[in-house]
Structure formats: structure tokens, C-alpha cells
């Protein structure tokens, strides 16, 4: 059984930062692109950050310049640094892991306060 499991989301201010944290378990052999997504009240599910497991990232453009996705030594950890944090990043967001199949995590509360 795979499981991520999230850390990391909260209540800050704009202008403020957070970090998200997931971590794959269970049984894996390797874990290949990895990312995040967010869900805002009443909008689709969006791509945040995604990295690939040679290191290769994309983002958003919402978020470019503002959040860094990287992933542990592990290679079974990502990471999502969000500064300059803005009330429109409001949203829960969820770790995937794709392995052999797509994985996601529980989703964890992101609220930035203005």
C-alpha cells in the first residue's frame, strides 16, 4: 500500500511564507515525477509545481518566482517553499507522486490572510 503523506499548511499572513512537506511510503521501488496541486473553493484542481526525478521542474505561472518545488536525498520526499505568499493562494493542496500508477495525498489547508 502507497501512501503520501502531507505536512506543512496553515494559516499566515500575506507576505508570509510556508513549506510544504510529502512524503511517499510503503512499497516502492522508485518514485518518478512528483508535484503539487491546489483546489480553491468552488475552481478545478490546478498544477502548482511539478518535478521530475532527474530534477527537471516546472510551475504555474501564478507561482513562479515565489515557490520552489525540490525534492529529498531520498528521492521518496517533495518539498514546496511558498514565500511572497498572496490571499489567492488560498486553497488546499495535494502531493501526487506518479510510480507506476498516480498517487495523491490527503491535501493539506493553505489560508493566507490579508
Known amino acids: 500500500q502507497v501512501q503520501l503523506v502531507e505536512s506543512g499548511g496553515g494559516l499566515v499572513q500575506a507576505g508570509g511564507s510556508l513549506r510544504l512537506s510529502c512524503v511517499v511510503s510503503?512499497?516502492?521501488?522508485?518514485?518518478?515525477?512528483m508535484g503539487w496541486y491546489r483546489q480553491a473553493p468552488g475552481k478545478q484542481r490546478e498544477l502548482v509545481a511539478r518535478i521530475t526525478s532527474g530534477g527537471s521542474t516546472n510551475y504555474a505561472d501564478s507561482v513562479k518566482g515565489r515557490f520552489t518545488i525540490s525534492r529529498g536525498n531520498a528521492k521518496n520526499t517533495v518539498y514546496l517553499q511558498m514565500n511572497s505568499l498572496k490571499p489567492e493562494d488560498t486553497a488546499v493542496y495535494y502531493c501526487?507522486?506518479?510510480?507506476?500508477?498516480?498517487?495523491w495525498g490527503q491535501g493539506t489547508q493553505v489560508t493566507v490572510s490579508s
Open positions: 510503503g512499497r516502492i521501488f522508485s518514485v518518478n515525477d
Open positions: 501526487h507522486a506518479h510510480l507506476t500508477w498516480d498517487y
